[in-house]
């Protein structure tokens, strides 16, 4: 378990890691060139798309996406959703940025709601996942997505933990920036390992060098509700 994932955790340093989340996700996830090869297509300046972050931690990521669709004058509405009290309490608190709505909830919760999102995403929530919740999440992630579901997370390497703990310990002073985040490279997947862990009807792919982006494009659409794998017997759903 990383640091700022315990319960008991100090309050202070993590509210330093919540608030340097932007600092290190601009310059590692590859988030802006994600939103332009990957979303912004979708997108018009008519209609709005809808879009679901999961675990989205501080807020920052679907804070960022919202300035960008709003500076290309195109319609976006988030929703931003952790189950961490935490995470929410801080995002909620975060300078407000048009068009993104926060919520205490599970992927599931969303799922027995019934709701559906043209994009689904998440940053970083995969290696922290045992083989059961990563089931769920992408289970979840198929019935929530109408078009599109992208899952970044970190890739395992030996270069990127080195990189990572040289590069970034000035952030780890006062937050647990630097100590989970080397945590959380080791706990995550290379891009063989998580294609072997993901159902077939998913592809990873290389987003930039240190990161592997999980997609999902949904193929049919009954209704107002996607059915995974339509049309696609024998793959897993």
């Not at 912004?40 to 809808?50: F, K, N, Q």
């Not at 078009?147 to 990572?164: A, E, G, K, P, T």
């Amino acid at each position: 378990m990383e640091e700022m994932d315990r319960p008991d955790c100090d309050p202070v340093r993590l509210t330093r890691t919540y608030a340097r989340f932007p600092v290190v996700n601009s310059l590692l996830s590859g988030w802006r060139r994600t939103y332009e090869h990957r979303i912004r297509p979708l997108m018009s300046g008519s209609d709005p798309v809808t879009l679901l972050d999961v675990g989205c931690g501080s807020g920052d990521v679907a804070r960022s996406l919202a300035r960008w669709a709003q500076r290309d004058g195109l319609r976006l509405e988030i929703t931003a959703i952790d189950p961490d009290p935490r995470a929410y309490d801080f995002a909620r608190h975060a300078p407000h940025v048009a068009g993104v709505t926060y919520r205490r909830a599970h992927s599931s919760q969303l799922v027995s709601e019934n709701r559906t999102f043209d994009v689904v995403i998440s940053n970083h929530i995969l290696h922290h996942l045992d083989a059961g919740q990563l089931a769920g999440v992408l289970r979840d992630s198929e019935l929530l997505s109408r078009r599109l579901v992208l899952h970044n997370d970190l890739v395992r390497s030996n270069i990127s933990y080195l990189l990572f703990m040289a590069g970034f310990w000035p952030l780890g002073l006062g937050s647990y920036i630097c100590g989970d985040g080397l945590v959380s490279i080791k706990r995550s997947y290379t891009r063989p390992e998580l294609r072997a862990a993901v159902p077939g009807n998913w592809t990873v792919e290389a987003n930039g060098p240190w990161h592997s982006l999980l997609v999902y494009e949904a193929r049919e659409i009954y209704g107002n509700r996607h059915v995974p794998g339509a049309g696609q017997e024998g793959e897993d759903a």
